[in-house]
């Protein structure tokens, strides 16, 4: 029987388990092996991802989905088994980027749109096959001077409308990605004006998604914290942010959503855990709310690796205890002691 849209998005954000982002891009999983001196071959990547993938006490009691680059779907493990078996075997959910990137938004000095919606139901269809039931789209909002402009949220949150409207047709559960930056290049903002942009960003979106007849039930919101910008001189507390971030969910996202699912977006790895923990222990909200991390989940195993087959039980270790850290913050029930038992 195929699983509803609903129920793969309530499975995604399961009690204490939450979604890895393994779909770098081949230019930004380049940089990342830049940091540890290694060439980015087909192979390299391959052996990368199958060592996050087979690490199994970590994907199997915390990770519910794995969000996958193009290549890596087709890829299979040095035992022959496709990559998405390795996934599928631990009991985690296969899914796909199907964007194409932010670009340049015309006119529009400073910010992009997302493009990848020609040929998008097609592929949608091919990445189905392929075993993948949900994907993302990331769109991208740059706060600066007199910007974000208005043309920019409705062309990003059109996109996103569309895409998880042909995501819905055929299938998939949409993560809707709109990610309010925090590290772009002179970064000064506040955490206020975060909070303002993000709260107007959702509400553009969610108009959007109504009118485009996105079924709330059956996606998963992927959005920016509520934080200071990383060149802003401020230093926001843990729980401000989890004030702010929980204030503009309940001004913007309808409670028939059934998850959100947080990207990093250059946040340290612990003070991605704690924010997640310190909003899950607001409690009584009306959506399933955990991580949907990719630096903050992989740094630490991917230093620990460091390109060398030698190292992969370590870098499985250093995987596990930040699965273990970000799937208790999902329960609200992280704190700083548990940092130094490292497994
Ligand atoms: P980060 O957690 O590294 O921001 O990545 C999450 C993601 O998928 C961004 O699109």
């Not at 043309?151 to 996103?160: P, V, W």
Request: net charge negative; charged share 25%; proline share 4%.
């Amino acid at each position: 029987m195929t699983e509803s849209l609903q129920d793969i998005a309530r499975r995604l954000v399961a009690p204490g388990k939450g979604i890895l982002a393994a779909d770098e891009s081949s230019s930004t999983i380049k940089k990342r092996f830049d940091s540890i001196q290694l060439e980015s071959t087909a192979d390299a990547r391959r052996d990368y991802r199958e060592m996050l993938f087979s690490a199994d006490e970590a994907m199997r009691n915390h990770v519910s989905g794995v969000i996958l680059f193009d290549e890596t779907i087709r890829q299979q493990a040095k035992d022959g088994r496709a990559l998405v078996e390795l996934i599928t075997a631990t009991g985690a959910i296969p899914g796909i980027k199907v964007d194409q990137g932010a670009k340049p938004l015309a006119l529009h000095p400073g910010e992009t749109v997302t493009e990848g919606l020609d040929g998008l139901r097609e592929r949608l269809v091919e990445y189905h096959k392929l075993g993948a039931r949900f994907a993302k789209w990331r769109a991208v909002i740059t706060i600066g001077e007199n910007l974000p402009t208005a043309s920019a949220l409705s062309a990003n949150a059109h996109g996103l409308a569309r895409y998880a409207a042909l995501c819905q047709e055929n299938g998939i559960v949409p993560i809707v990605e709109p990610e309010v930056l925090m590290d772009n290049a002179n970064a000064t903002h506040t955490i206020e004006t975060c909070h303002k942009v993000t709260e107007e960003t959702l509400r553009v979106v969610f108009e959007e998604l109504e009118r485009a007849r996105v079924d709330l039930a059956g996606i998963i919101l992927k959005p920016n914290m509520v934080v200071p910008g990383k060149d802003s001189g401020q230093k926001a507390d843990p729980s401000e942010v989890a004030e702010r971030t929980v204030a503009v969910f309940r001004a913007t996202v309808p409670a028939a959503v059934p998850g959100i699912a947080f990207l990093s977006g250059g946040q340290s790895d612990t003070l991605a855990t704690e924010h997640l923990s310190r909003i899950n222990a607001i409690g009584d909200l009306p959506w399933g709310i955990t991580f949907s991390y990719g630096r903050a989940l992989q740094a630490a195993a991917l230093k620990a690796w460091g390109g060398k087959a030698e190292n992969v039980a370590a870098a499985q270790r250093a995987f596990l205890h930040r699965c273990r850290m970000n799937g208790l913050a999902a329960l609200g029930q992280w704190n700083a002691e548990l940092e130094s038992e490292v497994a």
